[in-house]
Structures are given as C-alpha cells and as structure tokens.
C-alpha cells in the first residue's frame, strides 16, 4: 500500500480550480508520500512499482481517503497505479 497527496491542478483560465467539474475516468497525478514493503509472494517480497518522492497516475477516487495532521491524504493499493511520471 501507497499513502499519497494529491498533486493540485492547474487553474482554467479563469483562474478557477474544481475537482468537481473532472470526469471521472481521467486519471489524477499524485505525490507517493510512503510505500509499504512490497507485495508479498510465496517466494519473498517483490520490490513496490515506485518510490517515496515519485509522482504517480492514479485511477480516480482510489483507495481510502484519511486525514492526518489536518491534510487529505489517500491509502491506496498498488494495483491502482497506472505508472510512474516522475522518479
């Protein structure tokens, strides 16, 4: 599992931002804040898909989302991943 914040939009040219008015199946950027350690097999642990500091495409909504220290943050699975933007 993953713990992320969400990576703000740019404004429109109005100078306005709405997480209100996104579609649904576009994916969301996000900022990989920690990872746990890998995903369990019969063989040991393979390594995560990505790294704490990485910015990662999301499937939208994914995961749970939790508040900690006052800021929205979401726990997500792996798999939710689409793939790594930046490392």
Do not use: H, K, N, W
């Amino acid at each position: 599992f993953l713990l992320v914040r969400e990576v703000p939009e740019v404004a429109d040219a109005s100078g306005i931002i709405s997480p209100y008015g996104r579609r649904q199946d576009e994916p969301v950027q996000a900022e990989v804040l920690a990872t746990g350690p890998g995903y369990r097999r019969d063989s040991g642990l393979d390594p995560m898909p990505c790294a704490v500091g990485d910015t990662v495409l999301l499937q939208f909504r994914a995961g749970t989302e939790v508040r900690l220290d006052g800021e929205l943050l979401r726990i997500i699975p792996a798999r939710d991943i689409f793939g790594v933007v930046q490392g």
